[in-house]
T-cell receptor
Framework: GAVVSQHPSRVICKSGTSVKIECRSLDFQATTMFWYRQFPKQSLMLMAT?????????EQGVEKDKFLINHASLTLSTLTVTSAHPEDSSFYICSAREGQDVELFFGEGSRLTVL | GNSVTQMEGPVTLSEEAFLTINCTYTATGYPSLFWYVQYPGEGLQLLLKATKADDKGSNKGFEATYRKETTSFHLEKGSVQVSDSAVYFC?????????????FGRGTSLIVHP
């Protein structure tokens, strides 16, 4: 199946700094990418949907200035957590799909810890 | 709106036991249905899918049948193994304005003891 690579898998940063997480589709063109945040007890929260070359669509309650999403190419989307605080600590997961396919391919996830 | 409801876990079983994880959905239209599995510390992987009513998805001994009349997509496995311990997510995908927006259930944790 298609491969989505997410990097870094773990990151620890100080409060107030910014962290960038990359999501790459390795063997297909990801026209749409989704960013999720996974809370304790496993529930997934969709943060935003990004289409290549256009602005991301954020879900209600997600601060777009806090969580900057860029999808500049068909194989790369980035999530930047700006001025991170301890409450931003979480597991962030990206997923991607090609064209109008219904199937999603997920990255391995990135564990962010803000001290 | 669309929604997916899964049974709450954790589900705890002994090895070789029969597994059922219930999943029901609400959707306007005809969604595609999925089960994803998440092993500890990892992202999600597609386990199986079904794209129309009465389709049966199967993989690694797991099965689920798309039941439109009961709006369900229950996951089953006849004999679980310790290595099946993971979190299982039921999901649907439905076209909305030309884009397929995925909706996930809250996940069900499965723990299999030797």
């Amino acid at each position: 199946g298609a491969v989505v690579s997410q990097h870094p898998s773990r990151v620890i940063c100080k409060s107030g700094t910014s962290v960038k997480i990359e999501c790459r589709s390795l063997d297909f063109q990801a026209t749409t990418m989704f960013w999720y945040r996974q809370f304790p007890k496993q529930s997934l929260m969709l943060m935003a949907t990004s289409n290549e070359g256009s602005k991301a669509t954020y879900e209600q309650g997600v601060e777009k200035d806090k969580f900057l999403i860029n999808h500049a190419s068909l194989t790369l989307s980035t999530l930047t957590v700006t001025s991170a605080h301890p409450e931003d600590s979480s597991f962030y997961i990206c997923s991607a799909r090609e064209g109008q396919d219904v199937e999603l391919f997920f990255g391995e996830g990135s564990r962010l810890t803000v001290l | 709106g669309n929604s997916v409801t899964q049974m709450e876990g954790p589900v705890t079983l002994s090895e070789e036991a029969f597994l059922t994880i219930n999943c029901t959905y609400t959707a306007t239209g005809y969604p595609s249905l999925f089960w994803y599995v998440q092993y500890p510390g990892e992202g999600l992987q597609l386990l199986l899918k079904a794209t129309k009513a009465d389709d049966k998805g199967s993989n690694k001994g797991f099965e689920a049948t798309y039941r439109k009349e009961t709006t369900s997509f229950h996951l089953e496995k006849g004999s679980v193994q310790v290595s099946d311990s993971a979190v299982y997510f039921c999901a649907l995908s439905l076209a909305s304005g030309g884009s397929y927006i995925p909706t996930f259930g809250r996940g069900t944790s499965l723990i299999v003891h030797p």
